[in-house]
Every structure is written in structure tokens, then in C-alpha cells.
């Protein structure tokens, strides 16, 4: 899907995740996530790409960011600043090196950072990109009640589904729609179609 950003991911799915989940299950670190460009936010990075006045001149944060992809896409399309930030320390650690590959600008976070961005932090992004977010209720109750917040203040919100069980039916925006090449091993099937929504507040 945008074949101008080079990453380093996951050549063979299943023999890494199987033995990285072995090995990160013992460390008590989550699974691989990192290593594969999800559908999710290869639509965000073809998105911001193709419209790059979405971005440019903002304050962009890509949320839950995996290997960093919408956040170089975000970089390259002319972003004043980028954030990427996920829970997972390898994560963070990919989207530095992916970021560095591409000669692109960002800062990645490995922390959560539900509940900044509001108060205080009011202002610190001007758009949030959300790929591929709500594929488990507790994730979903965890962060959709954030976004909002951050929608109601004014953060354009853009939230990319990939048909996945727990995205909101209401309070979005249809904004664009991409049809994404993906694994069998991975995904089950060879495509996906990709909603890309502004969550309003």
C-alpha cells in the first residue's frame, strides 16, 4: 500500500511469532505486534499520503503506532511534529529504527498515554491516528472514551477499521475506504477493507 516507506517486518509469520511468543510470554512482554504493518494503519499511511494537508503543519500522534508506519507517513506528508507511542518497549524501539530507515522525524514513546493530551496537555496534537485499535473489548473500552474526550476538544480523531469485532457503529465519520492486501496467515484471507473514520465527539 505505500510502497515508498521501507520497514523492517516479519518475512515468516508464524515461525517468529511462535517463537517470540514463547520467549516474550516467559519475560511477561506482549506478543510481536511490532513486526507486521496491519491493515489498519497501512490505510492511515495511504491516507495521509494521498491527502497530505490532513497532516501537514499539525501536531500528529499515531496511537498504538506497532512498527511506526503512520507516523513515517505522517513525517513525510509534512507534519510539524510526530509522536508514535505504544505500551510495548519494542514498539517503540521498531518505530525508532523504521523512523531512522526513512529519514523521518519522529519521537516514539513507549508508554500509554490514555488520558494525556487533555487538561494541562490541552493542545499537545492536533490529530490522532488510530489504526487498527478495537480489536478487544477491554482495549476498546480503554481507549474509545479517551478519543472522544480528545474529539470534543478539538483533535481531529482518525480512526482506521479493518472490520474488526469492537469498533464503535456510531459517532464516526466515514472519511475513506482502502482495500488492503494482507497474509492468509495472518488475517485469514488476502484482502481487507479498511474504513477510515473521524470519530466525532
Known amino acids: ?3 515508498g516507506i521501507v520497514l523492517q517486518l516479519a518475512t515468516e509469520v508464524t515461525p517468529i511469532w511462535q517463537a517470540t511468543e514463547s520467549w516474550l510470554r516467559r ?3 506482549p506478543p510481536p505486534f511490532w513486526a507486521f ?3 489498519g494503519s497501512q490505510a492511515l499511511a495511504r491516507l495521509v499520503l494521498d491527502e497530505p494537508g490532513r497532516v501537514a503543519g499539525r501536531r500528529v ?3 498504538a503506532c506497532g512498527c511506526g508506519l503512520a507516523a513515517i507517513a505522517a513525517a513525510k506528508a509534512g507534519a510539524a511534529a510526530v509522536e508514535a507511542a505504544d505500551i510495548d518497549a519494542l514498539a517503540a524501539a521498531a518505530t525508532r529504527f523504521n523512523a531512522r530507515r526513512n529519514g523521518a522525524a519522529v ?3 513507549a508508554e500509554d498515554l490514555v488520558g494525556r493530551g487533555l487538561g494541562d496537555e490541552a493542545g499537545r496534537w492536533d490529530t490522532v491516528l488510530a489504526g487498527d485499535v478495537c480489536y478487544e473489548a477491554t482495549m476498546a473500552a480503554h481507549i474509545l472514551p479517551w478519543l472522544r474526550a480528545l474529539a470534543a476538544a478539538g483533535v481531529e480523531v482518525l480512526l482506521a477499521d ?3 469485532a469492537y469498533v464503535p ?4 465519520a466515514e472519511v475513506g475506504r482502502y482495500v488492503v492486501p494482507v497474509t492468509e496467515e495472518v488475517e485469514g484471507r488476502t484482502e481487507r477493507l479498511v474504513v477510515l473514520s473521524r470519530l466525532l465527539a
Open 27 to 29: 519475560q511477561g512482554v
Open 107 to 109: 519521537v516514539a514513546l
Open 1 to 3: 500500500m505505500v510502497p
Open 162 to 164: 479493518p472490520g474488526r
Open 169 to 172: 457503529r456510531e459517532g464516526l
Open 61 to 63: 500522534l499515531d496511537f
Open 37 to 39: 504493518a496491519w491493515p
